[in-house]
């Protein structure tokens, strides 16, 4: 208050890095907090809390449960915030966030997936358990979506559910370094197929270049059963946090890897080139590699209302005849109101256990979510 200093808005925690929840350190002195969107000068809606040199002090924010209207605020005892508002944690927690959004979709290359531009309509959850284990975070993520798709002068017929489960546990030694262990596997739920403009002559292959499936004139193919493509992925390493201000934010993370590619009757196309009337496809094998994973994410927020973040994940493996599998994936979000916003996501993959192309995807979403409690 003395100054007038803006500090930032509250950034939260990074639970799949496995942060604790963040910690402001701030100099002593009488500090106001306003709803997003309010300054300094906000003459309603607003509470100050004084804070002294070395002392933890319990503060009470109150909203209204359904508006999210600024209802009151201030500083309660110890013994207040523990019986009554700020139980002491048992170590266990969990979150979720449900929602849906409508989206523009660009795939190429993209394996179990059609090439072009989509339409897509999409329900999701996502859902977050919590456990303390000795002291240090252990994340566990359920990730599930289902939608239609359709392709511009096509009926809205395509329809698609994945899921993904991941773990995420982090030992801190410092809140800056500790070893890690992480689990995760990603599946598809629900059938894929692609479709022609014209029909064609479609012809697949097995791994060996046998013929198991021709027909004539058909104007689309299945690329996937359920469960067609799944992979699995674990690592062990160290977990660095390098850098972390109010503003932004890096992780690094490298260690042992190993990624499993299962396929069950997944085909991809081997050629682009409709002309012919003909259409090829080969089944992809399974695959296993080993090597040293490394992952380096950077959060930042741009603008009060817009965040950005990147995830760089690379797998180098021991067998040096074997390329290195590489994967980024991108995105902004512009927070319009506290359920809708807009994002932006690019994801780019290499690996060449699965096709020759590289595998580029685009999505400009809107989006509802909810989170529950």
């Known amino acids: 208050m003395d100054d007038r200093q803006y500090l930032g808005v509250g950034f939260g925690t990074n639970e799949q890095a496995g942060e604790p929840i963040a910690t402001w350190i701030v100099t002593p002195g009488l500090y106001k907090i306003v709803p997003v969107g309010e300054t300094y000068r906000a003459r309603t809606d607003f509470a100050t809390v004084r804070l002294l040199p070395g002392k933890h002090t319990h503060f009470l924010w109150v909203l209204d449960e359904e ?15 523990q019986n009554l508002f700020f139980q002491e944690s048992d170590g266990f927690g969990w979150n979720m966030v449900v929602g849906g959004d409508a ?4 795939r190429d290359n993209v394996v179990g997936q ?16 919590n456990a303390e284990i000795f002291g240090s975070p252990l994340i566990n993520s359920l990730d599930i979506e289902q939608g ?25 030694l410092r809140p800056w370094i500790g070893p890690y262990v992480s689990l995760g596997a990603e599946t598809n739920l629900f059938y ?12 697949k292959l097995d791994e060996n270049g046998e013929l198991v499936f021709g027909r004539e004139d058909v104007d689309s193919t299945r690329l996937r059963p ?4 799944t992979n699995l992925r674990e690592g062990v390493g160290f977990n660095i946090r390098p850098f972390k201000t109010l503003a932004a934010e890096t992780i690094l993370r490298v260690g042992f890897g190993a990624r499993q590619t299962l396929t069950r009757d997944l085909f991809a196309r081997t050629d682009d080139d409709d002309d012919d009337g003909e259409a090829s496809f080969a089944a992809v094998p399974d695959s296993d590699q080993t090597g040293i994973e490394a992952l380096a994410i ?16 690379s797998l180098l493996p021991f067998d040096t005849n074997l390329p290195a599998i590489v994967s980024v994936e991108g995105t902004v979000n512009v927070k319009l109101t506290e359920f809708f916003s807009i994002n932006y996501l690019v994801r780019f993959l290499r690996n060449r256990n699965i096709t020759e192309n590289d595998q580029l995807s685009q999505d400009v979403l809107l989006r509802f979510s909810l989170a529950i409690p």
């Open 67 to 81: 508006t999210r209207d600024f209802e009151g605020g201030g500083e309660v005892s110890a013994l207040s915030a």
């Open 103 to 106: 989206s523009l979709n660009s």
């Open 114 to 129: 059609q090439d072009g531009v989509t339409y897509n309509l999409r329900a999701f959850v996502d859902a977050r358990i």
């Open 148 to 172: 239609v798709s359709q392709q511009p002068g096509n009926e809205l017929a395509q329809t698609h559910v994945r899921a993904e489960l991941e773990s995420l546990y982090v030992y801190q």
């Open 192 to 203: 894929s197929r692609e479709f022609f403009d014209e029909t064609l002559d479609v012809e």
């Open 226 to 229: 359920p469960f067609g493509l």
């Open 298 to 313: 950077g959060r930042a927020r741009i603008a009060r209302y817009v965040f950005a973040s990147i995830e760089f994940d």
